[in-house]
């Protein structure tokens, strides 16, 4: 009987102390802008350490630990991205479909999906964003062109999915310009994307919003894709680090698209992410790059492969005579190079294979397929801005009938062939991003030679991987006149682990740089 009357006392002191807590947690409401949210209240691991700074400036390795052992909630980490999106946001206009209301739901179910004990995903609770030209079910693929109004996603992308599967959670949606077509991120939907470093520089395109979000503390990892530097370029002009992964490592398929893709544009093209740290590049293609049946070209390759017997070589790819490369940016490359072998690597500057004919081979290629496949349908419904730029692109091109496109595709083969073995005696290969200081916002809509001068004469480097549909990494390393530089580092088929290797003992000794910019934009 004393037992009985012991254990009800017991149960009725849980009750007590049970509707004291949830008095409590009702009590402890937060305001983030209009919005009011419940603040939740995750269990602590004695052994968690805090990472160092606001919630906003942790890396996303960092801060899926924090949510994963409780040193933080879900709904504190969105909370704390969404306050810097909208500290910072209105003046940059990289992030342009806001889904903060969307975001706060996911993050309360994710941190009661741990209170349960339930499987936590590798970026479970992490805010990220996606670029706005990948589906996102039940919303409007845009692809920066108001007349796609009407092509509402009737399923999230491959790459969304994967994303949200890992339990990362999507803050908003970032710009991109007309069809992702330019270099350079404007469009008359959204308007322009200005660079948090320097808002007379342009944050690069065509993943430019991506870039500026993720630069400036908006999401840990932002989402992006590239079929002629759209990654590459954009985490150079913004300071972030990425890789442009192998064709058919992250799968891809927008099913609110009229029409399949043409071939060569698929297999130039790649999803992939952009960050801060090189770290969260690995944890992102990890995630990024899980199966999805709707793409016929992914493939299942181990993302390690076998270590080169060391010391590493790396090939400093000499550059062409015809391009003019700013001391500035001479010296960056010399930096990095220093940086590799510091950290064993040998350097050596060589020739890569046929530099200048792979970057005509992807113009060719691409011009050729855009004007017979879309461009007549894409010129109804966009801007005499992107009229001037597609019209600078196609002045290096070649004009191809059916014989010359087939010979195009077999020269492709045979660059490919050409790089692989090049790859046997030097796995990585260190190059540039652009041989020039990072051009202004709207660049591209000077004149038609201008295009052609930034696209042959500055980052050549950048768009010729993609016929090759080799992985490409980059990272920054210098800053110069208040603006990053960043390095290019290409690695064989399925061998990002190599170029990201690389990335990582370049970032090592040159820091990550977004700390100085939050530093210049406080």
Request: aromatic content about 6%; hydrophobic content about 40%; glycine content about 8%.
């Amino acid at each position: 009987m004393a037992k009985k009357t012991a254990s009800k006392k017991k149960s009725v002191s849980k009750k007590v102390a049970k509707a004291k807590t949830s008095t409590a947690r009702k009590g402890a409401v937060a305001k983030t802008g209009e919005k009011t949210v419940k603040k939740a209240a995750p269990r602590k691991s004695a052994t968690a350490r805090r990472p160092k700074g606001p919630v906003w400036q942790w890396s996303a390795v960092d801060t899926a630990a924090a949510i994963r052992n409780g040193t933080i909630s879900a709904v504190e980490a969105v909370e704390a991205h969404l306050d810097r999106m909208r500290a910072v946001n209105p003046r940059l206009n990289a992030v342009v479909v806001d889904l903060s209301e969307e975001a706060l739901k996911a993050a309360h179910a994710a941190d009661k999906q741990r209170a349960r004990g339930g499987a936590l995903g590798l970026l479970h609770g992490v805010p990220i964003t996606i670029k706005e030209n990948v589906d996102y079910e039940g919303r409007p693929n845009f692809n920066g062109v108001p007349a796609n109004k009407d092509f509402v996603a009737p399923s999230d992308s491959p790459v969304v999915r994967n994303l949200k599967k890992a339990g990362a959670i999507v803050i908003g949606l970032t710009n991109t310009p007309e069809f992702s077509f330019r270099g350079f991120t404007d469009n008359p939907l959204h308007g322009l994307t200005l660079n948090p470093w320097d808002p007379n520089i342009t944050c690069g395109g065509s993943s430019g919003g991506a870039g500026s979000a993720v630069a400036a503390g908006i999401g840990t990892i932002a989402h992006g894709n590239d079929i002629g530097g759209s990654l590459r370029w954009p985490a150079h002009c913004n300071g972030v680090a990425t890789i442009k992964p192998t064709q058919g490592r992250i799968p891809a398929f927008n099913g609110s698209a009229v029409a399949e893709r043409p071939m060569l544009a698929h297999l130039m093209s790649a999803q992939g992410p952009l960050a801060r740290h090189v770290a969260d590049i690995r944890l992102a293609l990890e995630v990024m790059s899980q199966r999805d049946p709707r793409d016929p070209w992914w493939v299942p390759a181990p993302l390690a492969g076998p270590k080169p017997k060391g010391p590493i070589k790396v090939a400093l790819a000499k550059i062409p005579d015809d391009m003019d490369v700013d001391p500035s940016v001479a010296a960056a490359l010399r930096q990095a190079a220093d940086h590799l072998e510091r950290s064993g690597y040998r350097v050596t500057e060589v020739e890569v294979p046929d530099i200048n004919g792979v970057w005509q081979t992807w113009c060719d290629i691409i011009t050729n397929e855009t004007m017979v496949m879309q461009e007549a349908s894409m010129l109804k419904v966009t801007s005499e801005d992107f009229h001037k730029a597609w019209g600078g692109m196609k002045t290096k091109a070649n004009v191809l009938d059916l014989k010359a496109w087939m010979q195009a595709t077999a020269a492709r083969n045979g660059h490919i062939r050409a790089w692989q073995l090049f790859f046997e005696e030097y796995p990585v290969v260190l190059a540039p991003t652009t041989v020039k200081p990072t051009p202004g916002p709207r660049e591209d809509t000077v004149s038609a030679e201008r295009v052609k001068e930034i696209f042959w004469g500055e980052i050549r480097f950048i768009s010729a991987i993609n016929v090759l549909g080799l992985p490409g990494a980059v990272v920054p390393v210098a800053v110069h006149d208040g603006k990053p530089i960043g390095v290019q580092l290409i690695a064989g088929r399925y061998r990002e682990d190599l170029a990201l290797d690389a990335a990582a003992a370049i970032e090592k000794r040159a820091g990550v740089f977004a700390h100085r910019l939050w530093e210049t934009m406080a």
